[in-house]
């Protein structure tokens, strides 16, 4: 196995490793996981009760999906990859997401979102 450090990024006192055969994977990860919520952002776009919303018309979902991302999942993801307590972050993922989903599909009734 390949296994370099990363120059001049460190956690503490440790290097963080990194594998050049992974390099390309993230992004294709990160991609799949923006797919899937726009896909089920198009899915939602198609129920009566959302269909009125301007941000999941077919030409903004887009970027909406950036607005969902940023809002409901990457706070969270964030505390979880910079050493939160994993154990506090699940006892609160059901209200942070609660809260979340609930901003966010208020701001997808405004036209002004996109």
């Known amino acids: 196995m390949i296994v370099g450090h990363v120059f001049g990024r460190s956690h503490g006192d440790q290097r963080l490793p990194y594998d050049?055969?992974?390099t390309g994977r993230?992004?294709?990860y990160g991609q799949?996981?923006?797919h899937a919520v726009a896909q089920v952002l198009?899915?939602?776009a198609q129920l009566d009760e959302f269909r009125a919303f301007p941000?999941?018309?077919p030409d903004r979902v887009a970027s909406t999906t950036g607005f969902f991302l940023d809002s409901v999942v990457g706070p969270l993801m964030v505390?979880?990859?910079f050493g939160g307590d994993l154990k506090l972050l699940r006892a609160e993922i059901y209200s942070h997401v609660a809260r979340s989903v609930a901003f966010f599909?208020?701001?997808c009734r405004s036209s002004e979102i996109t």
């Open 105 to 107: 599909l208020a701001a």
């Open 32 to 34: 799949r996981g923006t």
């Open 55 to 57: 941000a999941l018309a």
């Open 42 to 44: 198009s899915e939602l």
């Open 20 to 22: 050049p055969r992974t």
């Open 79 to 81: 505390r979880a990859l």
């Open 26 to 28: 993230g992004r294709t």
